[in-house]
Each structure stands twice: as C-alpha cells, then as structure tokens.
C-alpha cells in the first residue's frame, strides 16, 4: 500500500536553533501534504499545508518545502522554542483516497534550554 | 479543538464487552472520520463517514463499526472489546474547500 515516512523519530535542538523535519513520501499522484503538531495528551494540530503544484510555502516560523523529484517533504522551524516540542506528523491525500490522509509515524522533537 | 467533543475521554472495559465512543461537532463539516493511535504508529484511519447514513471503511475497520445518524454526530462501536483494541482514539472533521482535517481531544480506551 501506500506510505508515508520519516527519516528521523526523535530531534533534538538547542532553543533558538531552526529545526528540520523530513518525511518521504511513496505516491507520486499525491496532491496534497500537510504537518501536523502533537502536544502530549492532545489532538493533532494543523500546522502548514501545501499542494503539489507547489514547491515551498511560509508561515509563521515555519516553512515546508516539497520536492517531488525525490518524494521529499521537509518542515522548518525557525528560531526554535521550547513551546515548539511536541511530535509532528506528515501526511499526504494519495490520488485515490478522496478526503483520506495517510499519516506517517511521527517524529518527536525535543527543545533544550 | 474546532467545536469538536469525544466522549468518553477514558474508559476501562473488560474483554468481550461492547464499547461505542460518541464524537460530536458543531461545525456542521459533511466529513467525520475515526482514527486510532498505538506507540510507533502514526494515526491510522478505521472508518470515515462523507454524510450522513454514508460510511465507509478505513485500513484498519475490522471488529470496528460506525453511525452517522445525525451530521454532528459520528459513532463507533466496537462490538466486542479486545485487547488488541486498546489505544487512543481520534475523531476528526473536514469540510468541502479544505482539506485540513481537525481532531478532537482523544479517547483513551484500555480493554483489560
């Protein structure tokens, strides 16, 4: 079946640092990914979205760039803080799964002080 | 959490026993999922409804079943409780423009 992954399970910054979440993705008909946050005990939280037309978007202290040549998905973080640890998911909507993520397993990213 | 609630937030059960959790959302989004999450593995889908009364199953939809009688409310039923059913449970929403889906608060359920 399809897949979505992570290279790396846990990161570890010092605060104040960028850090960089990478995922790959299986499906080259996918149209779409998105990051997502998960604060211990809580629901996933919408980060960052981005369509495959494209190939970086912005937001507030985060950028995600796509590069469909690999099958690569990355989130940036800038200025790291401690409010920033949490785990983060990729997930992308493969060409025939309508409304329907695939999630990848997740990476934890540690901030120390 | 987007106007999203679950409920219960944690139940213990016995093996054998049926168990529904309810998720209910005042957003009036056409799409209601349900996902479970175990250590090591990202969210994993189990059923997801496009409407009322229309449902469908996700990867990982056996011993599961679901309701949708009303668009704010989405339930699963798991009809008779296993071990291997203990985890977290997520519901989620999305709507017709977006993509994004928004996720509740989470159901811990333990089956002992």
């Known amino acids: 079946g399809e897949s979505v992954g992570l290279h790396l399970p846990t990161l570890s910054v010092q605060e104040g640092d960028n850090s960089i979440i990478n995922c790959a993705y299986s499906n080259s008909a996918s149209d779409y990914f998105i990051w997502y946050k998960q604060e211990s005990g809580k629901g996933p939280q919408f980060i960052i979205d981005i369509r495959s037309n494209m190939d970086k978007r912005q937001g507030q202290r985060v950028t995600v760039l796509l590069n469909k040549t690999v099958k690569h998905l990355s989130l940036q973080i800038a200025a790291t803080q401690p409010g920033d640890s949490a785990v983060y998911f990729c997930?992308?909507?493969?060409?025939?799964?309508?409304?329907?993520?695939?999630f990848g397993p997740g990476t934890r990213l540690s901030v120390l002080p | 959490d987007a106007g999203i609630t679950q409920s219960p937030r944690h139940k213990v059960t016995e093996t054998g026993t049926p168990v529904t959790l309810r998720c209910h959302q005042t957003e009036n989004h056409r799409y209601m999922y349900w996902y479970r999450q175990d250590p090591g593995h990202g969210l994993r889908l189990i059923h997801y409804?496009?409407?009322?009364?229309?449902?469908d199953k996700g990867e990982v939809s056996d011993g599961y079943s679901v309701s949708r009688s009303k668009t704010e409310d989405f339930l699963l039923t798991l009809e008779s409780a296993t071990s291997s059913q203990t985890s977290v449970y997520f519901c989620a929403i999305s709507g017709d423009i977006s993509y994004e889906q928004y996720f509740g608060p989470g159901t811990r359920l333990t089956v002992t």
């Open positions: 409804s496009y409407g009322v009364k229309d449902t």
């Open positions: 997930a992308e909507i493969p060409d025939n799964y309508g409304q329907n993520f695939v």
